[in-house]
């Protein structure tokens, strides 16, 4: 059964927490790129975390979408909008991390998602209330995409969700629920990863 956590960590570097505080105050295109960037040049231990817990180290960052260095048993290439397609035009999630154990075999697989949004609870026709939705939704596909990935075949999905804010219950509940009827979600965790940087 798909399971969801939440994490949370503070960001210490004052000069880290301005910048991340005006991108989130701008809108949903500055704060991914402007966290995205602060995880690219390591300025926020998120790289290092997944090099702690999988005792793989994330040596390599490659903004090519198909082609580029890819993960071995002996490093980690994070991979930045590596491009796993559903549909056309349609790019699931921000980053990905693939850890290869014995036999070249994919093990584990973390997906980075940047996002302000922490209520996706909302129904309705106006533009907050679509944004939800569409949330929700992006959030159980991207997770259902990635576990029926041929290449992920019985690998661990740990779907990272970095927003400034920790979640509603309510949320957590709205993105597990549909996860437990599509096919392979057992192995995906969703870990709703607050980044604080207020103060």
């Known amino acids: 059964m ?11 570097d004052a000069s880290v927490r301005n910048l991340l505080r005006a991108a989130s105050a701008d809108s949903g295109d500055s704060y991914e790129k402007a966290l995205g960037g602060c995880i690219v040049r390591r300025a926020i231990p998120i790289l290092d975390m997944i090099g702690e817990e999988t005792g793989i180290p994330v040596a390599q960052v490659s903004v090519l979408k198909t082609r580029g260095p890819r993960s071995s048993q ?4 994070f991979q930045w909008q590596r491009g796993h397609r559903h549909g056309p035009d349609k790019r699931w999630p921000d980053a990905t991390i693939e850890i290869v ?11 980075l998602e940047i996002s302000l949004q922490t209520d996706i609870t909302r129904i309705g ?3 907050r209330c679509r944004m939800s ?29 970095l ?3 920790e979640p509603i219950q309510e949320s957590q509940n709205a993105v597990l629920a549909p996860l437990q009827n599509m096919r392979g979600t ?8 607050a980044v604080e940087h207020a103060g």
């Open 2 to 12: 798909a399971r969801v956590e939440t994490r949370r960590l503070v960001v210490q």
């Open 101 to 111: 154990g014995a036999r070249g075999m994919i093990n584990t697989v973390y997906a």
């Open 133 to 161: 939705m569409g949330k929700a939704s992006q959030l159980a596909v991207t997770a259902a995409v990635l576990a029926a990935k041929p290449a992920y075949a019985g690998a661990e999905i740990r779907y990272w969700y």
């Open 163 to 165: 927003c400034p804010w």
């Open 186 to 193: 057992d192995r995906v965790v969703l870990c709703w990863f």
């Open 74 to 77: 002996s490093l980690a290439v």
């Open 125 to 127: 026709g106006s533009p």
